[in-house]
Every structure is written in structure tokens, then in C-alpha cells.
């Protein structure tokens, strides 16, 4: 791990390509350098750090005069050491949930481990998969005389956490303790020198498969010094868990991050550059929950953060992921806090939110940041037509002609809009300061400075039903009766592990979002008496994005998985199916009203196909697929898709299907659905009731 480009200078550390090559990683002599395994010598005493870590180590303790320490293997020390290693085991301590929670430990089918690979994170040659052992190491090695290794910090500096821990548990005599220098922690807890701690969450994100499903991270947030906290918390810290990619190649990308064969590392980074790549470059509203948390929690993340610099994670994309890593740090801040036994598989930011908002009392405010193609469209709103033609050309060109006659508040709302239309489009470019986009704005706000006046504050409200804590569970059970006119009556299971598709009501997702992980239907014909899979999928995901003056970026869709197909060359069978595809959106009613047509093109196989490509079991179909979605109420949705294939040198020549869905929640994660399908060999239709969990 690798905590922040400020402290980038001090430390840096190689995290484990996967579980899988661990083995291999310590046979070529892969070590960690984490910046708690790094130090610089000065003279620290135990009460300075038990100050610096405000965990409220005895008066005693901080009174301690140096002059008591003793030289480590002194008769004293040893006979301390004995005495906190026998009372550790007298009290069991190796078995506490909190010490678990400090190594990281996890009971799996093949006994215990830490889900940390380092070798300066343990002090035990096996504290891997022995806690007691580690414990017992720690305990002995912050008596002890430190590594030969320069370059590596003592004990006592390293893993603060579990000093605050133990002591509380124990009692340490600090007269005995041996004094170590620990200036890099001293000097991080002052630079973060956090208050509290929010959990924020990024929104889903399309165009970045490693955030389709979110993002989340911790901000240690300083005592604000004025009321104007949003422009506050941009000098805030963000802790933030992320995998080091190291292809481009989307096949890879996707079997390497299931596999956990990507590096994951913590970064600490100034908040606003979270802020900006999220808010600004990605176009995605920020959630901020603050923890309530007291001084001593706060301390304690804190202090576990810093130890695991010297800890080295596999990435793995559906489980131990951002989110994930998060929680784990917020469990060792108190033993009130219960987080990972409310996780299932996968794990995803959404469930990770929900976890701590289970936590009753542990979430203290909500905050909203929108991004900047939602402060655009709120200024937009204020405006005229014949205002907002003028803000689309002003963002082609600064000078353009203001009305004749407007007044310098509607010069002001103008110019603004136009500001964050520039902004939105080009957030990456205007890095660059010799770049068409950042003269345009350059002009933009001279011309703005101009008129010698102070824009007000734009209040966006927080949208209720855009938090992601108010939307429904992200897996999904149907259970349901139909008739099929070429199989008769059936029952119908549907299953989907995550996360939102067009037909789910929108509370808590984007409009325009569908992602489906893992859906599988199944059919039981009742005069047949046969179980028939209809539909499994690996993903399938529409991203729309509504067209217009201003914003022209092309909507898409994905989809990799097996279907059943019905048609004169494929009847009822089932076969493999790629699906990709782009083309237009358009929507109205604030995205109430949603349309698309893209140009879809399908590819076929690993069936029992009749007449397809130069006589192979292989289809390829191109064609427009076209999609209508109405939301009445927010927990009432209809849908309509169709799709249209011309499969050229095949038979046969054209296929096509269509689809229709209405579903009502009734009550929140229970809803009542109805489907209907058609194709070329029948109809079907489908009523079920839904659950969410």
C-alpha cells in the first residue's frame, strides 16, 4: 500500500499481484516498503505519542519521565514483557474480535488468515494465520531493540492501533518501556489532524468499468475554520483504496480483477483532487456521510490507517474491493461498530453505504456535491430560451453579442451558465493552459470579471430520491406464473445478484443506468414437466445519455451472456450471445419520459444454429434496437424494447423480438411485476412478484 502523494517521497510499497501468486511474489524477493516501515531518527517519547494518538493513554503514562525507560533486555523489560505476554493469554486477547479486526483476520475453509500480504505488517514469521502468535510478536516487539534495518520503523511507531489497544487491555508499565523515535506519525497526524470522518460515495460511473458500480472513500475532515464548509473540505484528506491497472486489454482487465491479480493501494490525497476527477472529469454527484464518531474513534482510524502502510492487499473487483477496505478501517475505530457480517457477495459501495447506515446513530449528516454537468443544468433552468441559445453560442465563442438592454443579473446568470458549460465539456482540458478550451473560459471570466459584481451562492437542493440509500436492494428474486402460446402454462424464477435495470423503480439510481450482474431465468413447464434455463448472463448494461444543443455524447450498450433464441434458424434453442451498440437519447419530463435507438450488433454461437454464417454454428445480426421507458411515480415504471436483425448470408434473413414490463412497488423492496415477450416462433406472458434484497 501506498498512503498518499504527499508522503509519496517517504515510502512506497509492491502490493501482491493476486492470491494465487503470493507464493511466487516472496520466492523473487518482493518486500513491502509502506510508509509506517520507514523512519527517521529524533527523539520521541512514549508520552509524546500517546499524545499525538489522543487515545487517552493514563495521566500516568503521559507524566512518565524519560529518565525511567529502561535499555531493551534489561532485567526490567524482560520481566515486563513476560507479564503482559502471560496476562495476554490469561484474557484470551488473540481471540477478541478487535484484534482480528486489527490483523485483518478472516475464518475461511482452510482455517484462519489475515487478508493482508506483507512482511512488515506482521511481526510473527507465521502471523499470517496465527493471531496468537502475532499477538505475542507485537507485544515483545515494541520491548524490543528494533529491526537491523534502518530503513524500517520500530514496532512502537509502526502499528499505534494496537499499541492504544493493548494497552488499554493490559496496562503497560511506560517507565519500562524502551523510548522510540516516531516523527513520520507525529508528522502525519498533524498534517491530516482530522475532527471527523465521512464516508463518501461516488455515483456510478459508466464509461470506467472499475466504477460502473460506484465508488467509495474516507475524507478526515480538519475543524473548520469559517460556515463555508463545502469549499472547506477541499483541503480535507481522502483515504482512498484502489487497484493499480496495469492493461488496457478489457478482457484482462476483467479476469485479472476477479482473480485479484491487480495490485491494491491506499492513497491519502488533498479531498479536491477526488473532488475534481469525480465531480468535474466524470461528470458524478459525490455523497458525503459524516460518522459519528468520538475524538478517541476518530484517533483510532486514524492511527490504523498509518499501520497500514505497511500492508500489501490483492485486489479482488467483487469482494475485497474500495468499499471494502474502507469498512475495515471504520471497524477498528470502536467495538460498537458492526460492518463486514452485513456484506454478502459481491460486494458493492451500495451495500457497504446500507452497512453502515444499519449501524443506527453512526451516520451524523448527509452532504451533497453535484457534479458540474448538474450545476449547469440547474443554472440552465433560470434561463429563457433566447438565453440559453446565446449560452450555447457563448460557449463556442466568448465574445458573442449579449441582449441589447439585459441587465447585469441576467449578464451575470449567462455568462456563469456558460462558465459551467465549458467546464463540464472540457474538464480535462482546461488542465492544460495552452489549450482551446482554458482560452475560452480565460476569456469567459474576464469578460464575467468585468461586470464588477459577486455571483449568489447556487443552492441545488438535495435530491431525496438521487441518495443512493433510498434506492431498492441490489439483488432481485421473481417469482411468477405464465403462458407461453408455443409451451403453455409455466412457473418463472428470476434472478439477478445486482445491481438496477430500466424496468426497477429509479429511487437511489440514475435514470438513465441499467446494469445487470449475473441474471439467470428460469421456466418450469407445467404440461412438459420440464425445467428449461431461458436467460443467463454474465452483464448487461445501458448507459443513455438524452441528446441535445448541449450535451451530444452517444448512448451505448453491452451485453455478454447465453439466451434462449426462437426463430427459424436457432427454434428454442440456447446459445451464447455479444451484444454491442451505440446511438441517440433523448428525454423529457426531467428523464421521466426515455428513448433510444441504437445500431445494435449481435454475435452468436456455442448453439445448435441452422443456416448461419457460411454454414458454421455462428450467427452475426445487425439491426436498430430501439427502448421507451415511462416512469408515472417513482415506484411505478413501464418499458418497451425491440429489436430488429438483418443476418446477411444466413437464414434466416431477418429475426426480431420485443419486449414489454410494467412493475409497481408497492412497498419499498417488494414490488409486482408484469412481462411480456414476442418473437417469431410465439408470445409469452409473465406475471410475478418481485423482492428486492
Not at 502490493?15 to 513491502?32: E, K, M, Q, V
Not at 502471523?127 to 507485537?138: D, Q, R, W, Y
Not at 507485544?139 to 514496532?155: E, M, V
Not at 451505440?582 to 450488433?601: H, Q
Given at each position: ?70 535499555e531493551p533486555g534489561s532485567p526490567a523489560v524482560t520481566a515486563e514483557v513476560e507479564r503482559l505476554v502471560s496476562r495476554a493469554r490469561e484474557k484470551r486477547l488473540a481471540e477478541r474480535p478487535m484484534w482480528w479486526r486489527l490483523l485483518h483476520y478472516r475464518s475461511g475453509l482452510f482455517g484462519v488468515a489475515s487478508e493482508v500480504d506483507a512482511g512488515h505488517f506482521f511481526n ?213 461498530i458492526d460492518l463486514m457480517t452485513k456484506l454478502g457477495w459481491p460486494v458493492l459501495p451500495v451495500d457497504t453505504l446500507r452497512a453502515v447506515a444499519d449501524n443506527r446513530g453512526l451516520i451524523r449528516t448527509i452532504t451533497y456535491r453535484p457534479s458540474t454537468r448538474v450545476q449547469f443544468r440547474h443554472r440552465l433552468a433560470d434561463l429563457d430560451a433566447n438565453e440559453a441559445e ?304
Amino acid at each position: 500500500m501506498q498512503l498518499g502523494a504527499q508522503l509519496r517521497a517517504a515510502a512506497r510499497f509492491v502490493s501482491p499481484l493476486s492470491f494465487l501468486c503470493r507464493r511466487a511474489l516472496a520466492l523473487t524477493g518482493i518486500a513491502a516498503r509502506g510508509i509506517a516501515a520507514r523512519g527517521i531518527a529524533t527523539q520521541v517519547t512514549a508520552a509524546k505519542l500517546a499524545a499525538a494518538l489522543g487515545l487517552h493513554i493514563a495521566a500516568a503514562v503521559l507524566a512518565a519521565p524519560d529518565a525511567l525507560a529502561a535499555e531493551p533486555g534489561s532485567p526490567a523489560v524482560t520481566a515486563e514483557v513476560e507479564r503482559l505476554v502471560s496476562r495476554a493469554r490469561e484474557k484470551r486477547l488473540a481471540e477478541r474480535p478487535m484484534w482480528w479486526r486489527l490483523l485483518h483476520y478472516r475464518s475461511g475453509l482452510f482455517g484462519v488468515a489475515s487478508e493482508v500480504d506483507a512482511g512488515h505488517f506482521f511481526n510473527a514469521p507465521d502471523g499470517k494465520a496465527e493471531p496468537e502468535a502475532e499477538l505475542e510478536a507485537t507485544l515483545r516487539g515494541f520491548f524490543s531493540p528494533g529491526p537491523s534495518d534502518d530503513g524500517i520503523q520500530h514496532p512502537f511507531c509502526r502499528f499505534p492501533a494496537r499499541l492504544a489497544w493493548l494497552n488499554a487491555e493490559l496496562g503497560f508499565d511506560f517507565g519500562v518501556l524502551p523510548r522510540q523515535p516516531c516523527p513520520r506519525f507525529e508528522e502525519f497526524k498533524a498534517r491530516v489532524d482530522p475532527e471527523s470522518i465521512s464516508l463518501i460515495f461516488s455515483s456510478y460511473f459508466l464509461n470506467n468499468p472499475a466504477s460502473a458500480f460506484g465508488h467509495t472513500l474516507l475524507r478526515l475532515n480538519k475543524k473548520r475554520a469559517s460556515d463555508d464548509e463545502s469549499r472547506q473540505a477541499l483541503l480535507d484528506h481522502g483515504i482512498n483504496f484502489g487497484a493499480n491497472v496495469d492493461t488496457g486489454n478489457a478482457v484482462l482487465y476483467a479476469l485479472k480483477g476477479l482473480a485479484g491479480m491487480f495490485a491494491g493501494e491506499f492513497t491519502n490525497v488533498p479531498y479536491y483532487f477526488k473532488v475534481r476527477e469525480y465531480n468535474d472529469f466524470e461528470s458524478r454527484d459525490l455523497w458525503e456521510f459524516e460518522l459519528e464518531l468520538s475524538p478517541r474513534e476518530v484517533d483510532m482510524a486514524v492511527a490504523h490507517i498509518w499501520e497500514l502502510g505497511s500492508a500489501l492487499f490483492a485486489y479482488y473487483y467483487l469482494s475485497e474491493n474500495c468499499s471494502y477496505q474502507m469498512l475495515g478501517i471504520l471497524e477498528v475505530a470502536s467495538p460498537r461498530i458492526d460492518l463486514m457480517t452485513k456484506l454478502g457477495w459481491p460486494v458493492l459501495p451500495v451495500d457497504t453505504l446500507r452497512a453502515v447506515a444499519d449501524n443506527r446513530g453512526l451516520i451524523r449528516t448527509i452532504t451533497y456535491r453535484p457534479s458540474t454537468r448538474v450545476q449547469f443544468r440547474h443554472r440552465l433552468a433560470d434561463l429563457d430560451a433566447n438565453e440559453a441559445e446565446l449560452v450555447f453560442r457563448l460557449g463556442e465563442d466568448p465574445d458573442a453579442l449579449l441582449p441589447r438592454g439585459a441587465s447585469v443579473e441576467r449578464q451575470m446568470a449567462m455568462l456563469d451558465t456558460a462558465l459551467d458549460l465549458v467546464a463540464f465539456r472540457s474538464a480535462k482540458e482546461l488542465l492544460d493552459p495552452a489549450s482551446e478550451a482554458s482560452e475560452r473560459s480565460q476569456r469567459l471570466l474576464s469578460r464575467r470579471a468585468r461586470l464588477g459584481v459577486i455571483s449568489p451562492r447556487l443552492e441545488i437542493p438535495i435530491p431525496a430520491l438521487e441518495n443512493p440509500l433510498s434506492g431498492h436492494e441490489r439483488a432481485r428474486l421473481d417469482l411468477g406464473e405464465g403462458y407461453s402460446t408455443r409451451s403453455g402454462f409455466f412457473h418463472a424464477l428470476d434472478l439477478r445478484l445486482a445491481l438496477h435495470d430500466w424496468s426497477d423503480p429509479s429511487a437511489g439510481y440514475p435514470e438513465t443506468l441499467s446494469i445487470s450482474f449475473l441474471p439467470i431465468r428460469l421456466r418450469h413447464y407445467i404440461e412438459r414437466q420440464r425445467l428449461q434455463l431461458e436467460q443467463v448472463s454474465l452483464i448487461a448494461i445501458t448507459s443513455l445519455v438524452p441528446m441535445d444543443v448541449f450535451d451530444q455524447s452517444i448512448s451505448w450498450h453491452a451485453h455478454v451472456g447465453a439466451e434462449r433464441i426462437r426463430d427459424d434458424g436457432c427454434d428454442d434453442c440456447f446459445a451464447g450471445v455479444i451484444e454491442a451498440g451505440g446511438g441517440v437519447a433523448g428525454g423529457v419530463l426531467d428523464n421521466g419520459l426515455l428513448a433510444y435507438l441504437n445500431f445494435n450488433t449481435a454475435l452468436v454461437g456455442l448453439g445448435p444454429i441452422e443456416g448461419g454464417l457460411g454454414d458454421l454454428p455462428l450467427r452475426i445480426g445487425i439491426g436498430p434496437r430501439a427502448g421507451l421507458r415511462l416512469r408515472p411515480a417513482p415506484t411505478l415504471v413501464g418499458t418497451l424494447r425491440g429489436d430488429l436483425q438483418y443476418l446477411p448470408a444466413q437464414t434466416p434473413t431477418f429475426t426480431w423480438a420485443a419486449s414489454a414490463t410494467l412493475r409497481w412497488m408497492y412497498r419499498h423492496d417488494f414490488a409486482l411485476s408484469l412481462e411480456a415477450q414476442a418473437h417469431p416462433s410465439g408470445e409469452s406472458l409473465q406475471a410475478a412478484s418481485t423482492v428486492y434484497f
